[in-house]
């Protein structure tokens, strides 16, 4: 297995990196008036979950590792929530392509939490 040198590494970084490339794309045709409300909030939680991926890549603590993975985890959920609306609201015509994406992150940044929590399980 190779060793891990940067956060861009991380495989759950590089799905959310990707997830958050595809939240951009999907929220370019929102509605104007959502430009301050669903999209600018879809944006703000997708770009939090490989920013606190990045930032928690580098703490020493392990303590402080895996809580700003669990805040990733919480922004991957809110996205969740994002994508089912904006579907609901008929913003997105199809929601496969991000559902699939966010899945296997979500997959990914479990395990990767799972993997560091047991380091520090005696």
């Not at 609201?89 to 979500?106: A, F, P, V």
């Not at 990767?112 to 005696?122: D, L, Q």
Request: include cysteine; aromatic fraction near 12%.
């Amino acid at each position: 297995m190779k060793k891990t040198k940067t956060f861009e590494d991380i495989l759950a970084w590089q799905k959310a990196h990707k997830f958050v490339l595809l939240v951009y794309k999907a929220t370019k045709s929102f509605p104007k008036e959502e430009t301050f409300g669903l999209s600018s909030q879809f944006r703000r939680a997708a770009t939090s979950i490989p920013a606190n991926i990045a930032e928690g890549f580098k703490k020493t603590g392990i303590k402080d590792k895996l809580r700003f993975f669990n805040i990733a985890q919480g922004s991957l959920e809110e996205c969740r929530y994002y994508i089912r609306l904006s579907k609901d609201l008929d913003y997105i015509k199809t929601d496969e392509d991000l559902k699939n994406i966010i899945q296997e992150t979500s997959k990914l940044l479990n395990g990767y939490c799972r993997v560091i929590a047991k380091s520090i399980t005696p």
